[in-house]
T-cell receptor, first 113, second 113 residues
Framework: KAGVTQTPRYLIKTRGQQVTLSCSPI?????VSWYQQTPGQGLQFLFE???????NKGNFPGRFSGRQFSNSRSEMNVSTLELGDSALYLC????????????FGPGTRLTVL | AQTVTQSQPEMSVQEAETVTLSCTYD???????LFWYKQPPSRQMILVIR??????QNATENRFSVNFQKAAKSFSLKISDSQLGDAAMYFC??????????FGKGTLLTVNP
């Protein structure tokens, strides 16, 4: 069974631009969560989608948004990029109950110049 | 809101020895789940072990075991017979029933041959 895939793996943008990251979950998984990982703040929860609905959201500004498609693939968008948005963005998929293991993708490394 | 604290930024252990990584947490929820995740260098995060808060029995997975002290809100990870492949960043994580994983800042484990 294929694992969680994220595209692109690396991205370089400039301040003020917007970016879209993609996550394809493991087949059969209906939940996709997104996390931001930085050296200073560690791993922070962005949001979680289940069956195309956002079930929970972290404490990030409205510039961070996401969506999930009917095939469970998810996208995350960041508008008006800031230098502080440079991070590793991880997505994780699971079957969808709180106890289910989350399987993480390799991440997208975003650098904002 | 919940918090997870890992007080040891770095730990080292000799191969074949035992090491314990500490984690304390705080949550107002009565029902929650605790996890230890491992993130090897430049590799994907994987689940090491999980514990349901309502279970008194400590979870065990081969060489990995936890010491779960609910009253003290402590959740330490013990790695027995340490192997070179155990070298990684280890994250303690907590989720109540809202599908939002909160991570600690991590402990970098070095295994010396």
């Amino acid at each position: 069974k294929a694992g969680v895939t994220q595209t692109p793996r690396y991205l370089i943008k400039t301040r003020g631009q917007q970016v879209t990251l993609s996550c394809s979950p493991i087949s059969g998984h209906r939940s996709v969560s997104w996390y931001q990982q930085t050296p200073g703040q560690g791993l922070q929860f962005l949001f979680e989608y289940f069956s195309e609905t956002q079930r929970n959201k972290g404490n990030f500004p409205g510039r961070f948004s996401g969506r999930q498609f009917s095939n469970s693939r998810s996208e995350m968008n960041v508008s008006t990029l800031e230098l502080g948005d440079s991070a590793l963005y991880l997505c994780a998929s699971s079957l969808g109950t709180v106890y289910n293991e989350q399987f993480f993708g390799p991440g997208t490394r975003l650098t904002v110049l | 809101a919940q918090t997870v604290t890992q007080s040891q930024p770095e730990m080292s252990v000799q191969e074949a020895e035992t090491v314990t990584l500490s984690c304390t947490y705080d949550t107002s929820e009565s029902d929650y789940y605790l996890f230890w995740y491992k993130q090897p260098p430049s590799r994907q995060m994987i689940l090491v072990i999980r514990q349901e808060a309502y279970k008194q029995q400590n979870a065990t997975e081969n060489r990995f075991s936890v010491n779960f002290q609910k009253a003290a809100k402590s959740f330490s990870l013990k790695i027995s017979d340490s192997q070179l492949g155990d070298a990684a960043m280890y994250f303690c994580a907590l989720t109540p029933s809202n599908y939002k994983l909160t991570f600690g800042k991590g402990t970098l484990l070095t295994v010396n041959p």
